[in-house]
């Protein structure tokens, strides 16, 4: 029996996927093992939203070879789609599979044996059309569900049609089948996936449903506690979607809505299908329903042409949100995009020193949403996951809540009040009765 082992860069879509193809492995009879166990395969699953996720990439197979100098190396996912040849050229890679290949590795390459020149499968983009069903699986307490791939949309600064294709989606039958055998599994959380989640509803290139009708129908899918909407585009988060979360008992008051900038003229040069009015029109109508509701925000810092007063239009426009946490990113040149052929290229200084300033925000807002919520009673998911006699967990609005480390409370969620933020900045909660709620 060979083993194999796996290593997932990148966004939550990539985990998804991985788990996918690992139960594809061992469905074959390949043993899964742990990265260091000296496996005889490694499958790589790569991202290239920055550059620095390409160094990523080198280092993981050098790191692969380190363990296991005789393995055979395979690379996958949206760097592989991309660059295959480049990939091909690093030392120690034995395989690289485009984005039409990936889910067929197993029968493409076989026996895994090496040859004298690397192995490249990557065809056109364009062949990159079915949808693939994927969830993680392994973390008894959360799977990340995929319900869509690929991307229509034309942003300048983005690769992502490039590496997965055109927007296409499972059927809502799928994903509630898939709900299920989730949820027969013992897991309590699922987090809806997606490059553009809120495109839900296309197949073959026609649109024959849409996202909130799936919420809908997963609504009502039993033994599962909960659901969360990974990231959704603003002009895609609908008014029927943010009053029906507002109402589910599974559906948790929870957010992720890229911004990308808070000036209308970068916002424009991006190809962003919105204003940053729809924005705060989203964010007043989330808080006006839900006023304890979690809002995670995306922004990108020194897109070219952004100046100074730019950012700083940016910067006043979100600290002005009532949104409580920013991904932030500094503008990072992809080649095939527009953008890097714009004028008003940004230093790299200014850069870092923009998403700086604005990480240093998204702690205060953080802080703030935090300690809103002092005195409140919710319910925490905890997880497996102890360091040093503490474990962790989630509220229904995505406050990160410690506890003393009790086995019994592992996948199981538990009625609390929150009473204070501890020093690592995460909250600390008490009981408000004994008996832990199972379901």
């Known amino acids: 029996m060979k083993k194999v082992a796996f290593y997932t860069l990148g966004c939550k879509l990539n985990y998804s996927e991985t788990s996918t193809i690992g139960r594809i492995f061992q469905e074959r009879g390949f043993e899964k093992v742990e990265f260091t166990d000296t496996p005889d395969i490694y499958v790589i699953n790569t991202c290239s939203v920055t550059d620095n996720a390409d160094k990523k990439c080198r280092k993981i197979v050098k790191e692969a070879k380190k363990y296991s100098p005789n393995a055979f190396i395979t690379i996958v996912g949206c760097y592989a789609q991309l660059k295959p040849k480049e990939i091909s050229e690093i030392p120690g890679v034995d395989a690289v599979l485009g984005a039409a290949e990936k889910f067929q590795l197993v029968d493409i390459l076989e026996t895994f044996e090496k040859k004298e020149q690397p192995q490249v499968y990557a065809s056109a983009i364009s062949e990159a059309n079915t949808f693939h069903n994927s969830y993680s699986f392994g973390d008894r307490t959360r799977t990340f569900l995929k319900v869509q791939d690929g991307c229509d949309y034309s942003c300048t600064f983005c690769t992502i049609p490039l590496a997965r294709g055109n927007s296409r989606s499972d059927s809502i039958a799928n994903v509630v089948r898939s709900a299920n055998e989730i949820a027969e599994s013992g897991v309590k959380e699922i987090v809806l996936t997606g490059v553009n989640t809120g495109d839900f509803g296309l197949q073959d290139g026609e649109r024959l449903e849409t996202f909130y009708e799936l919420v809908q129908e997963l609504d009502k899918v039993e033994g599962i506690d909960r659901f969360r909407i990974s990231s959704i585009e603003p002009n895609l988060l609908?008014?029927?979607?943010?009053?029906?979360?507002?109402?589910?008992?599974?559906?948790?008051?929870?957010?992720?809505?890229?911004?990308?900038?808070?000036?209308?003229?970068?916002?424009?040069l991006m190809r962003r299908r919105y204003l940053r009015e729809l924005y705060a029109d989203r964010v007043a109508t989330i808080k006006s329903l839900m006023p304890h509701c979690c809002i995670g925000v995306d922004v990108i810092v020194g897109f070219p042409g952004e100046t100074e007063e730019d950012f700083l239009e940016t910067y006043n426009f979100i600290n002005g949100l009532d949104v409580s946490y920013l991904h932030v990113f500094p503008y990072s040149e992809r080649e095939n995009t527009m953008a890097p052929d714009m004028p008003g290229k940004v230093s790299i200084k200014d850069r870092n020193r923009r998403a700086d300033m604005l990480r240093i925000l998204s702690e205060k807002k953080k802080r703030f949403f935090y300690e809103q919520n002092i005195g409140r009673e919710f319910t925490v998911l905890f997880e497996d996951d102890v360091k040093d006699g503490v474990m962790e967990g989630w509220t229904e609005n995505y406050v990160r809540v410690a506890a003393k480390y009790d086995p019994v409370l592992v996948n199981e969620t538990k009625h609390v009040r929150l009473t204070g933020i501890n020093e690592q900045g995460l909250m600390e909660a008490e009981e408000t009765y004994i008996e832990v709620l199972k379901h």
């Open 238 to 268: 609908k008014d029927e979607i943010i009053e029906f979360v507002s109402q589910s008992k599974r559906f948790m008051p929870h957010f992720h809505v890229p911004l990308q900038s808070g000036s209308n003229k970068i916002l424009k």
